[in-house]
T-cell receptor, first 111, second 114 residues
Framework: GQQVMQIPQYQHVQEGEDFTTYCNSS?????IQWYKQRPGGHPVFLIQLVKSGEVKKQKRLTFQFGEAKKNSSLHITATQTTDVGTYFC???????????FGQGTTLQVKP | NAGVTQTPKFRILKIGQSMTLQCTQD?????MYWYRQDPGMGLKLIYY???????DKGEVPNGYNVSRSTTEDFPLRLELAAPSQTSVYFCASSYSGGNTDTQYFGPGTRLTVL
């Protein structure tokens, strides 16, 4: 079935360093959503990208949707300890009309 | 609005026991979902419902049952608990269920089967 792969699975960074997680699909997606799950918490919606090549920013977070709508990235500039958590991408399937979640990238930030 | 609520927060079961995980949403959402999240893994869809009286299997339905008698409630039933069902269970809801619709998650139920 259709899968959305996310890399890396884990990332440890020093506070102040940048961080990027990548999301890849073998098929074209209709849209991509990003969620954040704090340790011990539940996934919370961050943002949605729909257009090819779309870039959106939320303060230090930059989200990008690839031109072919098969990949996406989340970049955090100058990480802070509050950025700790697991970031999930979820791709919208054009075939099934459903969201397919990636495995998530867990970010640890050392103060 | 309370959003999506789940009970219990934690539960320990013995092998072979049964239990029901409760999920309620007060946002008048049509779609509801059950996911499980194993350590270091992503979210796997167990069952979903497009409205009262209608349910369908997700990616990993074996060992679980669901019902949807009202718009608000979507309980998940484990009939014969097995250690492989040790996981964190999240209920979620969305208004339309389309792939562009945001899913709202409950706080989760942490289940251990010994």
């Amino acid at each position: 079935g259709q899968q959305v792969m996310q890399i890396p699975q884990y990332q440890h960074v020093q506070e102040g360093e940048d961080f990027t997680t990548y999301c890849n699909s073998s098929t074209t997606l209709s849209n991509i959503q990003w969620y954040k799950q704090r340790p011990g918490g539940h996934p919370v919606f961050l943002i949605q990208l729909v257009k090819s090549g779309e870039v959106k920013k939320q303060k230090r977070l930059t989200f990008q949707f690839g031109e072919a709508k098969k990949n996406s990235s989340l970049h955090i500039t100058a990480t802070q300890t509050t950025d700790v958590g697991t970031y999930f991408c979820a791709g919208g399937s054009s075939n099934t009309g459903k969201l397919i979640f990636g495995q998530g990238t867990t970010l640890q930030v050392k103060p | 609005n309370a959003g999506v609520t789940q009970t219990p927060k934690f539960r320990i079961l013995k092998i072979g026991q049964s239990m029901t995980l409760q999920c309620t949403q007060d946002m008048n959402h049509n779609y509801m979902y059950w996911y499980r999240q194993d350590p270091g893994m992503g979210l796997k869809l167990i069952y979903y419902s497009v409205g009262a009286g209608i349910t369908d299997k997700g990616e990993v339905p074996n060992g679980y049952n669901v019902s949807r008698s009202t718009t608000e409630d979507f309980p998940l039933r484990l009939e014969l608990a097995a250690p492989s069902q040790t996981s964190v269970y999240f209920c979620a809801s969305s208004y339309s269920g389309g792939n562009t619709d945001t899913q709202y998650f409950g706080p989760g139920t942490r289940l251990t089967v010994l």
